[in-house]
Each structure stands twice: as C-alpha cells, then as structure tokens.
C-alpha cells in the first residue's frame, strides 16, 4: 500500500472544556491561550488539506457535556447554505470552509454553554472518540475499495476521566482493530495537565504519537513536525516516541486510578478491592 | 486510473523543471501557484516543505537526512533533487539548506489566507441572471473537448475557431495539407502523432494540449509564461458551479481565457461577459483527478470484441466511429452500432501511422462493453496475441552500424578470427563459404587490434582488408 493511492482521513478531537482552559489560561509561568492555540491548530489543519487535494479531514469538540462535530458542518433545516460569494478572493475555498465551519460552530457551543457552576471539568472523549471512529467508518465505506489511511489526534489538555475508563478502552480497542492511529498532543504546565494515564495507552496501543507539549507559542512547529506525516509516512521519517508508558487502569467498581488490583477471573473486570461476587458478572469468588 | 494520473503529473513537473529559476520566483509569487505546486511533489518532498516552513534560518544538510530512515535516504535525495530543481529549496553553502523566501512568504500566505493577491479567484459580485448548473457545465465542456477531437480527425463542422487550429498545428497534431498547395488555415490534416493523441486517456490529452499552449504562448504569442501558469494554476483552485469575475485577471490572462475556452475548460456566456464559470476539466486540472465530464461515457463502454476479430460497437457518435476506422475495418453502420473487423491490413494501417499495438489494446479495454467486462482478460486472448504479433511482424528488420571482414588469405586465419570474436557477441553474421565476417561496432576495435596482433606474429603484411560496411539491414536473429 501507498500513500499515493489512499485517502488520508485527519480526526482532529479538540478538548474544548472551559474549565480546563481557563485554569490554563490563568497559569502565571507559560500560559495557555485557547485563541493562539486555535489559530495554530486551523494552520495545521490547512497544512492537511494543502498536501493534497482529496485529503479528508473531520473536525470534533468534546466539550463538557456533549462532543459534536465542527467540521463537516451540521446542517439543520433552518440554516441557509453558506453564501459562496461571500470568499475571499485571497482564500482558498476549500481553507475558507473549514475554518469558517470550526470557528462558528465553536462560537456557538461556547455561547450555549451554562454558567459556570453548572459546568463540570470533565470532558467527554470517550464519545469524542467514538463520534470519530463512527465518521472514519462512514467514509471507509463510502471509499471501499480504495483503502482509506485514518488516525485521529487528540488534542488534549483536561485531566483523565477514570470514570469513562471502559468507554475510552473500548475505543482504543476498536482503534487498534481498524488500524486507526491514536495521536495525542497534550499541553503541559506547571499547574494544569497533570499527567495522563490513559492517553499515552492508547498511543502505545495503536502505534500512534504521545507528545507533551511545553509551551504553546511553539504548537505549529510540533504540529508540522509530529503529527503532519500520514500513517505512512511514519514509516519513512523518524518522529519521536514515549518509552515509556503508564498502563495503569482504573477500577470498575469506584473509577479511580489502581497501581495494583483484582481482576475477576471470568470478565477480566478490575476492581480495588475483594468482594465475594463480582459486580459486572455477578460470578460467586471463594467457592467453599 | 493512477497511471494517468502519474502521467500528468509527471509531464506538468518535467515542464516546470525545464524553466529558469527567475521565472519560479516570479511564479512563487501567487500563493495559488505555490499550493499547486507543493501537491506536484512527492510525498517525502511535502513533508520536508512543511517542516522548513516555519524556519527563520537555514537548516544543517545532516539534520534534514538524519529525519528518515536509514532505509529511505535514497527517498530523501531525490526529494531533495526534486525541490532544487523547482527552487523551493536551495543549499545554500555547503551544508544548509534554504527554503526560497518568496514560497515560504506566499505558502504561508496560503495556508492563513493573508495578504492581497487574489490568486484563488475572485467570485463575481453580484448575481447571475443566467446562472448555470453544474450538469449544463459538464455538457459543455464535454461537448468542447470532443468538439476539438472532431476538428482534429477533420470531420466536417462548422468554422472551427482559430485557437484550436493554431495549437493543434502547433503541437503537431495536424499539419498544414501540403498537397492542396494552400496555405489557408483550415486546410489541415492529422498527423501520426495526431491519431495516438486520439487515444490517450483525456486527462492526458488536456494536459500535453495544455503544455503546448504554453510553448506556444511563450514563443508565439509572446505572452508571458508566469502569467500564463499562475492563471492555470490558480483555475486549479476554483470551486466548480461559482462565477468568477474577470476583472482582477491581467490582459494576458483575459487572453488565455478566451483562447482556452474553445477547450472547455471555462464557459462564458457572452465574449463580452464579465464572468466565467471554470469547468471540472479547468477546477481538476491540478488535482489529477479524472475528468468526470467525460465519464457518463466511459462508464459505460461500448465495445465489444468477439474472438473471431469482430467487433460490435455500440455508439452513435462519429468521433469514436472516427477513432475505431483507424484500426478496425467497419463492414457495416446501424442506428445505435457499427460492426467491423479487426484485420491484418487495417492494424498495420493503423502501426504504419505510429499507433502502437499496446495503445489500440489500451483503448479497446478501456472502452469494452459491460458484458465484456465480466470476463477476465476483458479482450479475448486471441485477438491481443495476434495484433501484438502483426506489430512484432513489422519489426522484422533490425539495422545495426556494423564492419565487414572479408578477402581472408585462407579458411585458418578465417577461422582463428571468428573463433575469437565469437564467445564475446561481437558477430553479427557470417558466411564460412565465402570467408565473410560482419563485426558489431562495439566489437570492431576488439577484432581489428587481435588481427593485428596474430599478423604481425606471423610477419605478413595485412592481405586481408576490411572495408567499412555501410549500416546495411541485417536480418535479425
């Protein structure tokens, strides 16, 4: 198989929640602007869509409490079609529409969000990440027979949701099953981006890339070098990779995070503790 | 399909490459031109552009190669080649690498939609009172294109306009009929080369008529070829089924379009109108992809060859009736068919005009019928051996420049001689009867420097000459 002959399909997944952002933003040492980060992540996504004139790309939000789509646009009854006219004659169309697209929707969703004290800091990446595996296999189908290149890079800065660990596990799995590559680049301060456990497995898991990103003034530069070459051209240029990797899980029973823990023997369901009867399958442990 | 698609791509770049390194400053200058050309490179290529992209300073030669694997430097090289020669990136000293100022500024301009060159077209303002579909398009330009191929297997229309007569003459396609003894334009005829354009994909075709507009453009019209190609690149960009305005095009430009609108590669409505409408043979121009306008067409195809040699085709148009009577001999025309047989004689009419047999097998595959694609080979063996075998039969006769040895003293020295030549291939013919050799040109001053050698061993002055034999047809083995 070729580059030249398959679809190269992009997933981006922008963590897009408030809370995260904003306590980054507040970071004193470096911090975090969602503007910057998103005017570099737009020139990335070009950079995409420039390499080839039939590259796909699908954009995703996983916000608090939903993720949904920016890029290809929804389309609802009410809206008018964009007015093609209304292009720059300095633009590319195919650039226009896709930054348009990303930026309205992201007003949007940014404008409906509740106050903020009923939002919460979690962010929904387990459903972010099937909504884009659902959309990777759509066009798959849509291609068949051409092969279709796919990964998706996540674009990471709340913390880990132990409580969607088997959700997020059963993404990577299908992941790695397709042969979808998970590419995580996720933004470390001093006081926000505490390290992540189960992003770096999913990584390691689908033969993608784990970056932390220091500072984000340098956030294209990582972008074109790490994340820009397609699955196939990982194999020909040497990009950096995480030896090193947490496969810490989290326990079924209260989510948190285990180092060491019990796992049922019949359902492979982990728990932090002993108990007589396992929850999931409700097999009875001990026997006399 | 991806073998049309390389072609293209490989005859836009070996054009590109041909042009000074002034002239891709100049054409650097219009971001369109800079996003066609960063999609002409190779993959590798892509990827070392987007990373010196953002660089201020250059970058170590050693850095650059120690990115690939060890296994792909040899990829990495000729990436390198490949940017040098389009002046993207030049090496500047001995050991960095530079990526041209002028690309950098106006990619970037590219990729955030900055500055004010409105290279991607500027969509007219206001809206078209006749505005038209993106089907009545495809129609258009379909029935241009092949409007063109009609003038060019000469078949009886209308005055055809003279900017297709003057590229198709230019580029060889048709010549001037010289029997006639005018010098008018519309005496013309097609030349061999004319009858295998016929055959060629028409992503092919658009692209070599294409090239030659732009020599003919350069050397000609004297136009100015930057202008030329950033206006072809920048339709490469544009949306299919938008009006543009007319107005940011420069004169020359206005020029091209008029010209290239007898192509069908834009619609106007009026001479005078002051929008155009690209076609998706223009808006796929430098995508590579198939000219769909024509597809309805080669979807379906409409050839069918039975093992006898008789072929069944079912197509009203006279243009591909046209294209079959250069190889098949059409016995009989229905309203929806035409049936006719591939023979000996109308296939090596076909060769003797410089059609090759893999171009006619080409085609007929392309355009087989359905039916005749459920079967596999879609063509019946027979009928591919055989007109491969009526091609090898012209190529019977083989001339090679040659010596010829000959008047040996005796049948020893003879003999000595032909022994030796032998073993390294250097004998072409021979005749032991009559003591001739015929050496290869290669071989001679191997032969000649050894007969010397033997002579003056034995101390006789040269008796046996050897006369320098004019290349003369030799049967081939």
């Not at chain 2, 009172?129 to 258009?140: A, H, N, Q, S, T």
């Not at chain 2, 069944?312 to 243009?319: I, K, V």
Request: hydrophobic share 40%; charged share 20%; glycine share 4%.
């Amino acid at each position: 198989m070729t580059s030249e002959e398959s679809i190269n399909l992009l997933a981006v997944v922008i963590d897009t929640n408030p809370i995260a952002w904003a306590t980054a933003a507040q970071d004193s040492r470096c911090p975090l602007d969602f503007g910057r980060v998103l005017e570099q992540l737009l020139i990335f996504i070009n950079a995409h869509l420039a390499l080839r004139f039939d590259n796909e790309l699908v954009v995703i939000a996983s916000h608090t409490n939903q993720s949904l789509f920016l890029y290809p646009p929804q389309l609802s009854d009410t809206d008018q079609p964009p007015d093609a006219s209304s292009k720059p004659a300095n633009t590319y169309k195919q650039f226009f529409d896709v930054n348009q697209a990303v930026i309205k929707t992201l007003k949007d969703l940014i404008t409906e969000s509740k106050s903020p004290e009923d939002v919460d800091d979690k962010s929904m990446l387990a459903g972010s990440l099937s909504l884009a595996q659902t959309y990777i296999n759509r066009i798959r189908r849509a291609n068949d027979p051409t092969p279709l290149q796919s990964r998706i890079l996540i674009l990471s800065v709340s913390p880990d949701l132990p409580s969607q660990y088997v959700a997020t596990m059963n993404c990577i799995f299908a992941a790695q099953r397709v042969g979808t590559r998970i590419d995580v680049c996720r933004f470390r301060g001093k006081h926000y981006g505490e390290e992540s456990v189960f992003l770096p497995q999913a990584c390691h898991l689908t033969g993608g890339l784990y970056m932390e990103i220091p500072e984000a003034e340098n956030l294209l530069q990582y972008l074109l070098y790490a994340f820009l070459p397609d699955p196939y051209m990982r194999s020909v240029l040497c990009l950096p990779e995480k030896d090193q990797v947490d496969f810490r899980a989290a326990c079924f029973c209260h989510k948190t995070v285990v180092d060491v823990g019990y796992v049922c023997s019949v359902c492979l369901s982990i728990f932090c503790s002993v108990s007589k009867q396992c929850p999931t399958c409700q097999t009875q442990f001990g026997g006399q | 399909m991806s073998d049309s698609l390389a072609t293209v791509k490989n005859s836009i770049q070996e054009y590109l490459e041909t042009l000074p390194k002034q002239t891709f400053d100049k054409l650097y200058t219009q971001p369109a031109t800079c996003l066609a050309a960063l999609r002409l490179l190779p993959p590798v290529a892509k990827q070392i552009v987007m990373r010196l992209l953002y660089t201020q300073r250059p970058v170590l030669k050693a850095d650059v190669e120690a990115w690939c694997f060890q296994e792909h430097r040899s990829d990495l090289r000729d990436s390198l080649k490949k940017l040098a020669k389009m002046n993207i990136c030049t090496e500047t000293g001995s050991e960095h690498l530079q990526i041209n100022r002028i690309f950098q500024e106006n990619m970037h301009n590219a990729l955030v939609g900055g500055g004010t060159h409105a290279s991607f077209g500027k969509p007219a303002d206001t809206q078209d009172k006749y505005e038209v579909d993106i089907p009545f398009l495809d129609r258009y330009a379909s029935e241009a294109w092949e409007a063109v191929l009609h003038y060019l297997v000469g078949t009886p229309t209308e005055k055809r306009p003279k900017a297709v007569g003057r590229l198709l003459v230019a580029s060889g396609l048709q010549e001037q009929d010289g029997r006639s003894g005018v010098t008018d334009d519309e005496r013309t005829m097609i030349t061999s080369k004319g009858f295998q354009f016929l055959l060629l994909d028409v992503n092919v075709q658009v692209w070599s008529l294409l090239l030659q507009y732009l020599e003919l453009a350069e050397r000609q019209l004297q136009m100015d070829i930057v202008e030329v190609l950033n206006f072809l690149f920048q339709v490469g960009s544009l949306e299919l089924g938008q009006s543009y305005s007319i107005d940011p095009l420069t004169d020359t430009q206005k020029m091209v379009l008029e010209d290239l609108k007898w192509f069908g590669l834009f619609y106007q409505r009026k001479k005078k109108s002051s929008r155009f409408y690209p076609t998706r043979m223009a808006t796929s121009l430098t995508s590579g992809s198939m000219i769909a306008a024509r597809k309805p067409e080669e979807g379906h195809g409409y050839i069918i060859v039975e093992t006898n040699y008789r072929i069944y085709a079912y197509t009203e148009s006279p243009l591909q009736i046209a294209i079959l009577s250069l190889f098949v001999s059409l016995q009989a025309r229905f309203q929806n068919m035409v049936v006719g047989l591939i023979t000996r004689d109308g296939v090596r009419d076909a060769l003797a005009k410089g059609i090759t047999a893999d171009q006619i097998i080409t085609y007929l595959t392309a355009h087989a019928h359905p039916e005749m694609r459920k079967q596999s080979p879609i063509l019946p063996e027979t009928v591919v051996d055989q007109i491969r075998l009526w091609e090898m039969e012209r190529n019977r006769l083989r001339v090679s420049r040659a010596y010829m040895y000959n008047d040996f003293p005796d049948i020893q020295e003879y003999k000595q001689l032909s022994d030796y030549a032998e073993p390294f291939g250097a004998i072409l013919w021979k005749n032991d009867k009559k003591r001739i050799l015929v050496v290869t040109e290669e071989g001679h001053e191997q032969v000649k420097a050894f007969k010397k050698r033997k002579q003056a061993a034995k101390g006789i002055p040269g008796s046996g000459g050897h006369g320098r034999a004019q290349a003369s047809p030799l049967p081939s083995r």
